[in-house]
């Protein structure tokens, strides 16, 4: 499979930001914490984005790596993969066995630094030097890149939570960050290569596993140990994911500050302050003070009242502003429906019925129990009736009580012809 | 591996049939999101038994429900026109007089069979629906008892005969019978919301022949509109005011009908006094009366402090007497405070929050209403779109049903806010807001945007209230696009409400002409005459002209020509046509050019006939252009008749063509004789 994946991708080196990202996540999933994180863990959520920043960290420092050595691309590309293979497979090991003796004493050191850090700093580090890793890439790249990207690297697990924010972030600098993208291939193609072939070029491809492997540790040592900043964070970080704001306006800029409010766009300072002013005094502002906002359940009662001349007004009134023309043939039919004038969905061919319904079939069928009085036991006459009866019995299209009054009918008329069917002996008690 | 168990639980999801062999695992596995059917069926079922099928619970379903499954996946067919016409493809319309026009008939249409069953229910008593259909059924529309009782009285309030329910209490009166308490109610409040004079009703029967209904119909309904406002006025003492004085026994009841009928008739301070009397007698009022006094309290005070000390009085007195406030409550205190100058801005947002602490969630009303107060006037310094990007940040994806009257007012007026300029026609409209400045932002588009989107939201379309209402909105939102927007999306948005939803004014058509300009799109020019032309605006000279103007104004590619000559002659006929239309000469004579330019010698020649006949000079650059013309053809014919057409105009500039012709045509001793004579009798004599 990796293979696979491996061959795609290195082929298209400027694939998009999204290839990359489900690559990333595809080249995660022989890690089967991974796997089960990325697909359904809430919990675990932010451990799958933390991921996802590595990897991007791990290919910008490749990125570097590329430019350090010249403009032998091609060749130094085709060299990491084999590096990261290597050190992917040390890197899952890690992961499963969780702790393991891997970490470098100078790591140690930053990872002290690291936890003497409030939380809320390292986060703010952590995105300076991220929008910095974008924007001013190229200088960077000469200059002290490597100590930056470290740092970054170091801080990626609390960064986990800011994840939609990074999203924000790629989508708002995509063409800046482009350059950094064209590399994902690499960067899979290295994390799979676990399974592939390749010859090694041993200076850099040292010096990259050992970096990879560094990080790797931290990361898992930060999970263990910072979950307490971790919380700190998240709520932190709720403001800011606040939907209606994160849409509202194309990301130029985004600053972070200290007050808890997350992040906000620069549209220049004065319309800025007089936004927010205007937002507490629209959302938060005071109030009347007229009414207490206690008791709910007393403002029930007149609706049980029968609606007078007033409501059905006003009922109308609002109907009439309102546009009510269906827009398609189903919207009418939906109109008709109301109105009683179409056969309701699901179709029932005893739509109406519903009194007729109550009677049970029987009733309808064995109609004999009528015939006990007011009918000759036997001869023509209860002869005749068992044949009307049979008859009715098998009569769909009358109602119980319809069957009913057409026997009691010939009741009557019997009564009525009593002497005359007496008289010529066939009436017989 | 617990990869198995969470496809399991996919499928067990799906199928519906919850087979719990996998519990154990499922529970030990956190990042699994539970289904609350799930959930449901986990807690009563016995964890320890392996093979145990649950069944599902039934499910009922609305009588709508597959219907509206239905309608949900049909999108707008924004080629079509709207539904309601398309029974009858020969009446659709293609303007909006003509959306109008047959909109109201087939209104008229439908209100005037419903008048003849209801009215002759002796010839419709055959019921061939099985099940019955009630709606297709004769309803009773005159009075059936007559004897004098409280049934005859109940059933005249039902049918709302005012004047008749009136007679008939005064005459159970006198026979000394009372009436139950309920029934004077619902006659009290007959009478107030009739002001005590009866409604115009659809089912009333007429002295006149019914063959004309309909149209009695609709000039009743003229009549009513204007009656509303000016006849339906409060009488000093009416029947109401009497009834109300006979009673024995007055509750709150009867002080709220009158009350109401009060405000909603405009006696504003006799409802004060009204409510004055009320607590005299130590009866509370009930919301309803706050909710009317609330919005008469700009009518009975002048300052605009006053009339918010008045409000806030009345809301205390509700909190005194423990009447709940809702959502009109609030409403109409906004609406007043649209009244109170400067007071409004900070009050409405107070009310606003208010309503939020009471729990009451504030409707497209109370949107409106603070957006008004916000925007009332351009000079207030506050004149940008922030308090607006609030609101709708706040509604964003939000569905609203209709809660109050003024609902259907806000997109248009969210849209006022944003579009950058008023037009001409609605300005009538918006003359109580005057038109703030033209502030050219790109806020302003995104917000339009925004405004639109909330409008693809559920059935919130439905708010965008009647067709006027609707086509304001769409005559904002389009002048919006046409000014900041670039032309292909306007195009887009063009042809994608265009004729649908929208049928565009002649202001809306040179908006787009112009933002073609802007773009320099001007050869999409003929494609947007033929649209004028259907949508019946071919006969606006302004707009026409303008069209003409921007063809005319500069020399395009052949086959831009090519068309444009196409369209001129287009144009020409329909100038033809309509030989009572006055058509400028600035028209006549872009038509002249555009067919030169295409070498379209013979139908030029015709328009600079037209000329004549129109009672139209030519300029003398046209008359230059077209020697050009004869010249390139090398026509000198035509350029001597060209001349002498000249002459005939009595144009000053003849004999300057004459010499032009004289000295650049291969002519023969005739012509030049013509040319030479024609010369020296125009040139100036010094």
Not at chain 2, 139 to 164: D, P
Request: hydrophobic fraction near 35%; glycine fraction near 4%; proline fraction near 4%.
């Amino acid at each position: 499979m990796y293979r696979i994946i491996f061959r795609t991708l290195v082929a298209p080196r400027s694939s998009s930001v999204n290839v990359y990202d489900s690559c990333v996540l595809a080249a995660k999933c022989d890690k089967t914490v991974f796997r089960v994180t990325n697909e359904c863990g809430v919990k675990t959520f932010s451990t799958s984005s933390s991921s996802l920043c590595e990897k991007k960290n791990n290919q910008d420092q490749k990125t570097q790596a590329v430019k350090e050595g010249g403009q032998a691309e091609v060749v130094e590309l085709r060299e990491e993969p084999a590096v990261l293979k290597a050190d992917d497979g040390g890197a899952a090991e890690q992961q499963t066995a969780v702790k393991t003796e891997q970490v470098a004493s100078n790591q140690a050191a930053k990872t002290k630094n690291d936890a003497a850090k409030s939380g809320k700093e390292s986060l703010l580090d952590l995105l300076g030097a991220m929008k910095v890793e974008v924007t001013n890439k190229r200088k960077l790249k000469n200059l002290k890149a490597k100590q930056s990207y470290e740092s970054v690297t170091q801080y990626t697990p609390k960064a986990a939570p800011m994840e939609s924010t990074i999203s924000m972030y790629q989508k708002a600098t995509g063409e800046a960050s482009s350059q950094s993208e064209t590399l994902d291939p690499d960067l899979v193609a290295a994390a799979s290569a676990a399974a592939s072939t390749l010859p090694n070029r041993s200076q850099a491809e040292s010096e990259l596993l050992r970096q990879l492997r560094q990080r790797e540790a931290i990361t898992e040592a930060q999970k263990k140990g910072d979950i307490n900043n971790l919380g700190v964070i998240i709520a932190d970080m709720k403001v800011g994911k606040n939907p209606n704001r994160q849409n509202a306006w194309p990301a130029d800029q985004i600053r972070f500050d200290d007050d808890g409010r997350g992040y906000t766009h620069y549209r220049g300072i004065t319309s800025e302050l007089s936004g927010v002013r205007k937002r507490r005094n629209l959302l938060l502002g005071k109030r009347l003070n007229i009414f207490t906002p206690t008791a709910d359940e007393d403002g029930i009662e007149p609706a049980a009242a029968k609606p007078t001349l007033w409501d059905i007004d006003f009922a109308n009134q609002l109907s009439l502003s309102t546009n009510q023309m269906p827009r398609n043939g189903f919207e009418e039919m939906i109109q008709w429906t109301e109105e009683g004038k179409l056969w309701q969905y699901p179709i029932n061919n005893e739509a109406g019925l519903e009194e007729e319904a109550k009677v049970p079939f029987h009733e309808h069928i064995f109609l004999e129990k009528h015939l006990e009085e007011g009918f000759p036991r036997e001869g023509p006459v209860r002869h005749f009736m068992e044949l009307v009866v049979t008859g009715l019995s098998r009569n769909p299209y009358l109602t119980v009580q319809q069957k009913k009054e057409h026997i009691s009918w010939f009741r009557d008329y019997f009564h009525q012809k009593e002497e005359v069917l007496k008289e010529a002996d066939v009436y017989l008690e | 591996m617990a990869a198995p168990g969470r496809h399991i639980g996919h499928s067990m999801q799906r199928n519906g049939r919850f087979l719990l062999y996998n519990l154990e695992q499922l529970l030990g596995h956190r990042g699994f999101g539970w289904t609350s059917a799930l959930r449901q069926q986990a807690a009563e079922a016995n964890k320890e038994s392996t093979e145990s099928v649950i069944i599902p619970r039934k499910k009922t379903w609305s009588k709508e429900a597959v219907l509206e499954a239905l309608a949900s996946t049909v999108s707008r067919d924004h080629t079509a026109y709207p539904y309601q016409f398309q029974d009858d493809p020969y009446l659709s319309p293609r303007t909006s007089t003509e959306f109008k026009l047959f909109s109201l008939s087939q209104e008229s249409g439908r209100s005037a069979a419903k008048f003849i069953i209801n009215n002759n229910p002796k010839l419709f008593t055959k019921d061939f629906a099985e099940p019955h259909i009630p709606c297709l059924m004769p309803e009773t529309v005159s009075l059936r008892l007559e004897e004098v009782s409280e049934e005859a009285l109940k059933e005249r309030i039902t049918l709302r005969k005012v004047t008749a329910a009136v007679d008939m209490y005064d005459q159970l009166l006198q026979a000394g019978t009372t009436v139950s308490m309920e029934t004077t109610h619902s006659l009290l409040d007959l009478i107030c919301l009739y002001s005590d004079r009866d409604p115009v009703q659809d089912g009333e029967p007429q002295t006149d022949d019914a063959e004309f209904g309909a149209e009695l119909k609709k000039r009743k309904a003229r009549v009513r509109r204007a009656s509303d406002f000016l006849k339906f006025t409060w009488k000093e003492n009416n029947n109401a005011e009497r009834i109300f004085n006979l009673l024995p026994e007055r509750d709150t009841r009867c002080y709220s009908a009158l009350i109401r009928g009060m405000v909603k008739h405009g006696a504003y301070a006799k409802a004060f006094s009204m409510y004055t009397d009320m607590l005299n007698n130590r009866l509370t009022a009930d919301v309803h009366i706050f909710n009317a006094l609330i919005s008469a309290a700009p009518d009975v005070r002048d300052k605009f402090n006053e009339r918010w000390d008045l409000i806030a009085e009345l809301l205390n007195q509700m909190n005194q007497q423990k009447v709940r406030p809702n959502l009109l409550t609030f409403n109409s205190v906004l609406k007043s405070l649209r009244r109170c100058g400067f007071l409004a801005k900070t009050q409405a947002l107070h009310t606003l929050n208010e309503m939020k602490a009471l729990g009451i969630a504030p409707s497209l009303a109370s949107y409106d209403h603070i957006l008004a107060v916000f925007y009332k006037s351009a000079a207030s310094a506050q004149n940008n779109t922030d308090i607006l990007q609030e609101v709708i940040a706040e509604l964003e994806g939000r569905i609203f049903t209709c809660q109050d009257p003024d609902d259907v007012l806000f997109f248009s007026s969210a849209m006022r806010i944003v579009s950058p300029a008023l037009e001409p026609r609605l300005s009538l409209m918006a003359a109580f807001d005057s038109p703030r400045s033209v502030c050219l932002d790109s806020k302003d588009l995104e917000l339009g945007y925004k405004i639109q989107s909330l409008v693809d939201v559920g059935e919130n379309w439905r708010l965008l209230g009647d067709s006027f209402q609707q086509s304001i909105y769409y005559g904002r939102f389009f002048n919006l696009l046409c000014m900041m927007e670039h032309i292909d999306v306007v195009l887009k948005w063009y042809k994608q409400i265009i004729p649908s939803l929208y049928y565009p004014n002649p202001q809306g058509m040179r908006d787009l002409l112009q933002a073609l300009d802007t773009d320099s799109r001007l050869d999409l020019l003929p494609s947007i005459w033929k649209d004028i032309k259907t949508l019946g605006h071919d006969n606006k000279p302004d707009l026409v002209e303008e069209l003409l103007g921007l063809m005319a104004r500069e020399k395009h590619s052949p086959e831009v020509q090519e068309s444009f000559a196409a369209c001129a002659l287009d144009v020409k006929s329909v100038f033809d046509l309509r030989p009572s239309i006055e058509w400028s000469a600035a028209s006549l004579s872009h038509i002249t050019t555009l067919l030169l330019r295409a070498n379209k010698t013979r139908q030029a020649w015709e328009m600079l006939q037209l000329f004549k006949s129109r009672n139209r000079v030519p300029s003398e650059g046209l008359l230059n252009n077209f020697l050009s013309v004869c010249h390139s053809d090398g026509d000198p014919q035509k350029a001597v008749e060209l001349v002498q057409l000249s002459a005939a105009f009595c144009l000053p500039t003849t004999w300057r063509l004459a010499k032009r012709a004289l000295a650049e045509f291969d002519l023969t001793e005739e012509q030049r004789a013509i040319l030479s004579e024609l010369e020296t009798a125009g040139e100036p004599s010094d």
